[in-house]
């Protein structure tokens, strides 16, 4: 009951609120202003322990052998080389766009051999290269891990992730991604979610701005910016980011069958049609009942047990839902009938497969 309460109140508050105009920025992204990925390869040093086998993980023997020739430690063999406080670790970053040298980036140090945690470790200097293996940013720090992991010799806890750490403003910005947005006649805005109407109404937004730019759409997804003066393109971007479009979409219904959430948009219509539902529901109770003997006889206290059994059965009704109903319509129709969330999923799907359903049903 609880649950078809709340139910009926998100979506009737979605059905009688408007569609929200929304800035362009939230709902596009410029091309050519993203992130890049950088990765690197590293050792983790200063565990209680927990770091890497040598026996089992030859990448952390060979990796810790050369790094010490480096540094002028040689002439070590593998049966002297058996700590266990070192880790062979991935180290991944986002450089933003228009990161400048100098910048600092948050890292992300995940365990690459069978260490069984990272708490304590500090990862050594790791160079992050992008996709063309060049030397981005550079990293090193202590690590900030999460989870934990305790055991014994008879028991184990563990929470969270302990093989995967975080070093905030971990590495520092080396070099820089060549982007001259300055130099740019043109750019394209593209939409996250392609729509015909949306790209239309965020061209007619911006030519209808005073701004010095003019918007001509391409296709759903993108929309193409023209500048009358190529040294104010930045300052021309950051009004027409500003600026506020109503977002559209094709109606669609989510249905989520494993937690029995369902999310309808406000565009979904049905046809007329007429719904029933109803179903049989059966109780099983299990109890106890203690039976002792009598007084000064012989005889042991048992315990019998007791099961009851209780049957309800749900009359079934119609409930005739008009043609062309809005989101609140259709949710008052289903209720009036007393039916629950995983009860909707099965409607819904009902419905749409007699055509009465104006939407695209999707079950994840």
């Known amino acids: 009951m609880l649950g078809r309460f709340l139910l009926s109140a998100v979506l009737a508050f979605c059905a009688g609120t408007t569609l929200a105009e929304?800035?362009?920025k939230d709902i596009v992204h410029f091309e050519g202003v993203r992130p890049n990925q950088l990765v690197g390869y590293g050792l983790v040093v200063g565990l209680d322990g927990t770091g890497d086998s040598m026996r089992n993980s030859p990448f952390t023997r060979s990796s810790v052998e050369g790094l010490l020739e480096r540094?002028?430690?040689?002439?070590?063999?593998s049966q002297e080389l058996r700590t266990a406080n070192t880790a062979a670790v991935m180290v991944t970053a986002e450089l933003p766009p228009f990161g400048r040298r100098g910048g600092t980036i948050d890292v992300v140090v995940s365990s690459l051999g069978d260490a069984?945690?990272?708490?304590?470790?500090?990862?050594?200097?790791t160079p992050l290269v992008g996709a063309d293996n060049k030397i981005y940013a550079v990293s090193q720090g202590a690590l900030a891990v999460g989870g934990f992991a305790a055991e014994g010799s008879a028991a184990s806890v563990k929470s969270g992730v302990?093989?995967?750490?975080?070093?905030?403003?971990?590495?520092?910005?080396?070099?820089?991604?060549e982007f001259d947005l300055a130099a740019l006649q043109t750019i394209r805005l593209a939409?996250?979610?392609p729509d015909f109407t949306t790209a239309?109404?965020?061209t007619t937004a911006i030519n209808a701005a005073n701004v010095p730019a003019r918007a001509r759409m391409l296709d759903p997804s993108t929309v193409e910016l023209s500048f009358q003066e190529k040294a104010a393109m930045p300052e021309t971007l950051a009004q027409i980011e500003r600026l506020t479009v109503q977002p559209d979409g094709p109606a669609r219904v989510v249905v989520d069958s494993k937690s029995g959430t369902i999310v309808i948009g406000a565009e979904v219509r049905i046809d007329e049609v007429a719904i029933s539902q109803g179903g049989l529901t059966v109780s099983v109770r299990e109890s106890?009942?203690?039976?002792?003997?009598?007084p000064f006889s012989i005889g042991e206290t048992v315990i019998v047990p007791q099961t009851g059994i209780d049957l309800q059965r749900r009359e079934s009704g119609f409930a005739v839902v008009d043609g062309q109903v809005?989101?609140?319509?259709?949710v008052d129709g289903l209720n009036a009938i007393g039916v629950g969330a995983r009860e909707i999923i099965s409607i819904l799907q009902a419905i749409k497969a007699a055509g009465a359903l104006h939407a695209d049903l999707e079950v994840i």
Not at 71 to 77: F, I, K, R, Y
Not at 116 to 125: A, F, I, K
Not at 326 to 330: F, W
């Open 326 to 330: 809005s989101l609140r319509e259709l």
């Open 71 to 77: 540094l002028g430690v040689g002439n070590l063999s």
């Open 191 to 193: 939409l996250r979610n």
């Open 22 to 24: 929304v800035r362009i």
């Open 116 to 125: 069984s945690s990272l708490h304590g470790g500090t990862l050594l200097v």
């Open 162 to 177: 302990p093989t995967v750490g975080r070093i905030d403003n971990g590495a520092i910005i080396e070099r820089e991604v």
């Open 200 to 202: 239309s109404r965020i």
């Open 288 to 294: 106890a009942a203690v039976s002792q003997p009598e």
